[in-house]
């Protein structure tokens, strides 16, 4: 609507390495497509390659070294502390590779979400590509879900299919699923950033207040073409 000025939402997003996801909110939000401001970016790896996309985009940058602290509770607490130094609304899991603590992941209870290259529940966990051809799916995905102590076990709400091809390997795979999850975290963000999506008290996922029986799913579904 013309004239009306939009709420954004402020975001951290945390990252581990290349940092393609966050080049894609990144890019979103300046095609004026998310009304978020990403406040800043906190890696735990000095050498993540998403560091320099952060910094070249003029998004303050962090690294919390995890290597630099003795335990996962001493790393978690720097790093709750640093995240809550900016005042996020939400905070982002973008290839984010540590496994956090519950009084971590509480914190932020229905405030951090992540994003994970399979058709949640299907698939939890590492290689989900090569899982998934061994198994002999014909279709894989990427969803993005909320928190919880659980790893790759929150509630799911969104998510995006893509056909897997008869000569795929993990490798063709993982690119092709990753092009779609370009398209779909930006969406998931605009869907919370928008209140759209939420958690409710029960901790079920909500689109418009109504909880979801399931993920919805990215369109156009591509798996199907419809
Ligand atoms: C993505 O495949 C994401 O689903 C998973 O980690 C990968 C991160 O890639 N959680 P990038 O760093 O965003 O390029």
């Known amino acids: ?22 080049e894609a909110i990144i890019e979103a939000t300046r095609r004026g497509e998310l009304p978020v401001d990403i406040c800043a970016v906190i890696s735990n790896r000095p050498d993540a390659a998403g560091i320099e996309i952060s910094r070249q985009a003029g998004i303050e940058t962090v690294v919390v070294d995890h290597a630099c602290y003795s335990d996962r509770a001493r790393f978690d607490a720097t790093l709750q502390t640093t995240i809550d130094s900016f005042n996020p609304g939400l905070v982002v899991l973008a290839g984010f590779m540590r496994i956090l603590t519950p009084g971590f992941v509480n914190h932020y209870h229905g405030r951090m979400i992540n994003i994970h290259p399979s058709l949640l529940p299907e698939f939890p966990g590492l290689n989900t590509h090569q899982r998934a051809l061994d198994a002999g799916k014909r279709v894989a995905g990427a969803t993005v879900h909320f928190v919880t102590a659980e790893t ?4 799911a709400f969104l998510q995006v299919r893509v056909a897997i ?39 079920r996922a909500t689109l418009d207040g109504i909880p979801l029986e399931t993920a919805s799913l990215l369109e156009p579904d591509v798996a199907t073409g419809t």
């Open 1 to 22: 609507m013309a004239g009306a000025a939009q709420q954004t939402l402020p975001i951290v997003v945390l990252i581990s390495g290349r940092g393609s996801n966050l």
């Open 152 to 155: 790759d076990g929150g509630p």
């Open 165 to 203: 091809q008869e000569n795929d390997t993990a490798e063709t795979l993982a690119a092709r699923v990753l092009q779609h999850e370009h398209r779909l975290y930006p969406e998931a963000i605009r869907q919370v950033a928008g209140g759209r999506i939420a958690l409710d008290e029960q901790g």
